[in-house]
């Protein structure tokens, strides 16, 4: 692997490697070195100073040290030829040698982890969209769409179109293996999804998704979000995640040829765990304010903890395929969103279902046939559905509740997960919005 990946910088002209990894909350932190050090880098590792990273702020534990994973390595698109750059994910490593408690990609190795012993492998599909908005003239951004398409339309604009399959080549051309790529639902709303994979790559592949498509658009003078609510009134962005669980000669252990929704035990004891656990959930998967505007009637968003084969508005979807399809049997977990850590988020997903499996967590019947929009709260009672948190500041009084999932993520992350999303959520509470301003100005 070693020489394979200096060969290659080596024939790509590459002049700088980028070592990344993420904060808490999702965001990529870069040290880059010159092509030259990469030697160093692989046999010792960078050294780095991580007291002013989100969430690592503890000055005593300042010094660490990044390790690259190799396998990751892929040349970033939009670097011009002559300063040719190359990145490489990385894990964190304390002095003494033991991995940093607050890496949000160790948090995943270990979840992940907690299988190997069974031989099994947690596999993901995400489904990411955004929206590709234009820039005003003023400073302000204003969420302005840069077409005018609808779901899956082909030619409403061509630009759009144009733009969306750069995206895809250059994601391509990073390692990612894309399945498909539409218009949405919104205007300005495009989805791309790439093919499943283990929840690690899976993880990797959202982070490298999200960065490159926003270096891209601003390179065409647009801006890509992947903020899940940009605008009123229209569908929000989602991050659909399809999951499965494969036994180690690759069978899909969700899989059962006998049952009515080809489900076998094990599947529906993970989709048991993940509603039991789903209100807590909803603090990582869907962790910014702004996540609770996407989680409203109407949008195709999940409000309820509940699953169905078909209903779009069910927490977690089992996708009809052709009977017999193993490969294809997975529980579809919808309402997470683009704006949470993939790997934060895929962690504590795997650890809720995990823990339906282990705890044998009964799982309700599904509500294909009910309209659960028109149902009274007292008929919700009656089925035992209860509704996801309406807000973020719900969300984590619920994830304090939660001793499996904040064991998932350790008391380090945990404790500066809630320092940061608390912050974030009081700030909000005390702002005055445009909104109360029009609404109340004149009439209180
Ligand atoms: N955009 C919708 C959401 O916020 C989903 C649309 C779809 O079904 O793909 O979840
Ligand atoms: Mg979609």
Excluded at 130 to 150: A, C, E, Q, Y
Excluded at 290 to 309: D, F, L, M, T
Excluded at 312 to 336: D, N
């Amino acid at each position: 692997m070693e020489k394979e990946i200096k060969q290659r910088a080596k024939e790509d002209n590459v002049k700088f490697i980028c070592l990344q990894f993420t904060d808490i909350t999702g965001a990529v932190k870069s040290v880059d070195i010159p092509t030259g050090r990469l030697q160093v880098a692989i046999e010792d590792g960078i050294w780095f100073d991580g007291s002013s990273v989100e969430g690592f702020a503890r000055i005593q534990e300042s010094d660490m040290r990044l390790i690259p994973d190799l396998e990751t390595y892929a040349l970033l698109p939009w670097s011009r030829p002559e300063r040719r750059r190359a990145r490489v994910f990385c894990d964190i490593y304390l002095p003494d040698g033991t991995p940093f408690p607050g890496d949000p990609r160790g948090v995943l190795k270990r979840a992940v982890e907690q299988l190997a012993n069974r031989h099994w492998s947690y596999n993901i599909g995400p489904e990411p969209e955004f929206f590709l908005l234009r820039k005003n003239d003023s400073d302000t951004i204003h969420p302005v769409p840069h077409d005018v398409g609808g779901y899956f339309d082909f030619s409403a604009s061509d630009e759009a179109q144009r733009v969306r399959t750069e995206l895809m080549l250059a994601l391509a051309g990073m390692g990612l293996e894309i399945e498909m790529g539409h218009h949405e639902v919104s205007r300005g709303q495009h989805e791309i999804d790439f093919r499943y994979t283990d929840a690690l790559r899976a993880a990797d592949n959202v982070v490298t998704l999200k960065y490159t498509i926003k270096a891209l658009a601003a390179q065409q003078g647009l801006i890509a979000t992947f903020m899940p609510k940009p605008i009123y009134g229209i569908n929000g962005s989602g991050m659909h995640t399809h999951q499965s669980i494969f036994d180690r000669e690759g069978r899909n252990i969700f899989f059962d040829p006998e049952d009515e929704y080809y489900l076998s035990p094990i599947a529906y004891g993970f989709i048991a765990g993940q509603m039991a656990h789903a209100r807590a959930l909803a603090a990582v998967v869907a962790p910014t304010v702004n996540s609770y505007k996407r989680i409203v009637p109407g949008h195709e968003a999940p409000i309820y903890v509940c699953w169905a084969q078909s209903n779009r508005s069910a927490m977690i979807r089992i996708p009809s395929h052709s009977p017999g399809r193993e490969a294809s049997t997975r529980a579809e977990l919808r309402f997470p969103d683009p704006s949470c850590n993939p790997y934060l988020a895929f962690a504590v997903m795997l650890s809720a279902g995990l823990d339906g499996i282990e705890q044998e967590i009964p799982c309700p019947p599904p509500v294909n046939d009910l309209n659960i929009y028109e149902m009274s709260k007292s008929e919700l009672a009656e089925h035992g559905i209860t509704q996801l948190p309406g807000s973020l500041g719900e969300a984590l009084d619920e994830l304090d509740r939660d001793p499996i999932l904040k064991q998932t993520l350790g008391p380090y992350i945990y404790e500066a997960f809630v320092r940061a999303k608390r912050s974030e959520w009081d700030e909000y509470c005390t702002r005055v919005m445009d909104w109360e301003v029009a609404y109340y100005l004149e009439t209180a």
